[in-house]
């Protein structure tokens, strides 16, 4: 299967409303970045993760090597949090990440 | 101040043509990387240098060569384009570190490459 599996593949979310995303790897990864792609094709990132969970804002994401996955939350879903959505880990071999296909984020009023 | 520069954004070639993607990098790091998203295929890693040298060399064709001229830039040289070539070429930088395991990437705005 994939290295690296995102799930779901879109989401639809009224503004105001929580949703996470998640993603499985195949192998044990030692590090994970989510990432936001606008509407302008630019990647932002929104977490770098080694371990463990991080907060920022509306936003939370936790990594858990052992266990081999990750999850990105949204809190109060706002319009400018319409996008996709994408995860990329580091194995222990190579240095170039690799990405999930991504989640398509649209946020309605 | 953009940290991560690429040129062109927009670039329209021709097939069987040559073209160059520029990257540099003003975070002061020693690894830069090239990526490739397209549509028919996820976001996908191609090259990987790390002090001016090859590290990892994810891409089955040898008509794209990255170039290395400084620490801070490296370009990507494609040749013989074909349309299945059509993407967004991205670069991105780390700082990596002996002994250090884990080195966040950060990405450029990304060249658009159009082949007709």
């Known amino acids: 299967g994939m290295p690296v599996e995102q799930n779901p593949p879109a989401l639809s979310l009224y503004e105001g409303a929580d949703s996470g995303l998640r993603c499985n790897f195949s192998?044990?990864?030692?590090?994970v970045q989510w990432f936001q792609q606008n509407h302008r094709g630019r990647l932002i990132t929104l977490f770098y993760l080694a371990q463990g969970t991080k907060e920022n804002g509306r936003l939370k994401s936790t990594f858990n090597s052992k266990e081999r996955y990750s999850t990105l939350h949204i809190k109060d879903a706002q319009l400018e949090d319409s996008g996709t959505y994408f995860c990329a880990a580091e194995d222990n071999y190579a240095q170039g990440l690799t990405f999930g296909l991504g989640t398509r984020v649209s946020v309605f009023p | 101040d953009p940290k991560i520069i690429q040129k062109p954004k927009y670039l329209v070639a021709v097939t069987g043509s040559e073209k160059i993607l520029i990257c540099e990098q003003y975070?002061?790091?020693?690894?830069m990387y090239w990526y490739r998203q397209s549509a028919k295929k996820p976001l996908e890693f191609m090259f990987s240098?790390?002090?001016?040298?090859?590290?990892d060399n994810q891409t089955a064709s040898s008509r794209f060569q990255p170039q290395s001229s400084k620490k801070n830039h490296l370009d990507l040289q494609i040749t013989a384009l074909k349309p299945d070539d059509s993407a967004t070429y991205f670069c991105?930088?780390?700082?990596?570190?002996?002994?250090?395991?884990?080195?966040?990437?950060?990405f450029g705005p990304g060249t658009r490459l159009t082949v007709l």
């Open positions: 192998t044990t990864m030692k590090s």
């Open positions: 975070l002061g790091h020693n690894a």
């Open positions: 991105a930088s780390s700082q990596e570190s002996w002994g250090a395991v884990y080195a966040e990437q950060f």
């Open positions: 240098y790390s002090y001016q040298k090859l590290m």
